[in-house]
């Protein structure tokens, strides 16, 4: 399927959005719907039933557990339908209200089948596809939940995950190489800077040979520090790069932009590292 089309000044026009009950899943809501607004991308929630938890409800060994009521209950088809009909009305309001505050055009669909499978399939039709890290209720939980596991390992798309949405003046992080996918995880992430209200741009550069990343260094600083105000240019050394999350994590709290593929991620256990960065994470492909 052809990818929709992009310019340097819309590298994003379609936004899909994972909708479901959780914290995380609101937060990237309303960060997706932001990036819609400065991008004049069109939005498109979607929630998944989730097929095989309504075939698991016919067990009838399933059981059904709640926080803080015991004991658990037997799986109910019927009430498992209630339950996911209210989540995805709620969805759809959640979608309504931030996109009517955000001016932007927005669809909501309800589909049912396996979540991460139709999430993939409903992708190939997006530039940025935005979900939660966990679909747990705990908002405070850090690690990474399967369903976005599986979608930043699997997306031809890029993807935007967080648990919550960073503040307005925190700056835009991105890691830069030089390499044709980072060249579009920079400009990308130079249009999120110059967002309103702006946000400082700090470029990660790779621990290399000393010329290389001079290059570099005076290659980003030519093309942007006269745009981009807050360009901060950073040269990993060899621990720091090796130890990318730790370091980005002892900064602000805002966007961290990485190109799939960029060494210090793709190397990295993806459960470890997002735990360790715990900052919404935007990558590019």
Known sequence: MTSPSTTPER???RILIALDASPHSEAALNEAVQFAAHFEAAVRGLFVEDIDLLRSADLPMAREVRSFVLP??????GRIRRQ???QAERAEQLLQDAARRGDVEYTFDVVRGRVTRTLLEAAADADLIALGKT???RSSRRRLGSTAHHVLR???RSVLVLREAPPPDQSVM????GTERAESALKLAVALARMEPPRP???LLPADEAGAIQRLREAVTERYSHTVPGLHVHPLTTIEAARLATVASTREHGLVVLPAGAPPFEDANLQDFLYDLDRPMLVVR
């Open 11 to 13: 590298p994003i026009r």
């Open 135 to 137: 679909s747990s209720g």
């Open 174 to 177: 991105v890691y830069y190489d």
């Open 154 to 156: 699997r997306a031809s």
């Open 72 to 77: 658990a209950r037997a799986m109910n088809r």
């Open 84 to 86: 996911l009909r209210r």
């Open 201 to 203: 741009l700090v470029v």
